[in-house]
C-alpha cells in the first residue's frame, strides 16, 4: 500500500484530506507542522505528501528545502497547497 503524509496545521483540512486518500487506498500519517513531518520522514519516508505552504514552527517550504536534502528525500513526490483569505 502506498503512504501519504498530509502535513497541515488545519485539523480540519488533514481530515478531509485522509478521507479522500484513503478512498485512493493510501496509508495516511499527519503532521501539524513541518518539523513533526520532517521527524516522521526520518522514521520512515512516505511515497508521497501533501504539504501546506503556510504553517507555524516550520513552513512548507522550509520542511521541503530539509526533507530534499535528507536521505531518501528525494523520493516522495510532493503536492504543495494551501489555503489563503484575502479581503
Known amino acids: 500500500m ?3 503524509l498530509v502535513v497541515d ?3 480540519v483540512i488533514r481530515k ?6 484513503e478512498e ?3 496509508s495516511i500519517a499527519e503532521a501539524a507542522d513541518g518539523q513533526q513531518a520532517l521527524e ?3 522514521g520512515s ?6 504539504l501546506d505552504w503556510n504553517m507555524p514552527v516550520m513552513d ?6 530539509a526533507l530534499r536534502q535528507s536521505d531518501g528525500g528525494a523520493d516522495p513526490v510532493v503536492v504543495l497547497c494551501t489555503t489563503e483569505n484575502y479581503k
Open 40 to 42: 516522521q520522514c526520518v
Open 16 to 21: 478531509v484530506a485522509r478521507r479522500i486518500l
Open 45 to 50: 519516508m512516505p511515497d508521497a505528501i501533501l
Open 60 to 65: 512548507g517550504m522550509e520542511f521541503l528545502t
Open 9 to 11: 496545521d488545519s485539523s
Open 24 to 26: 485512493m487506498d493510501f
Open 2 to 4: 502506498k503512504t501519504c
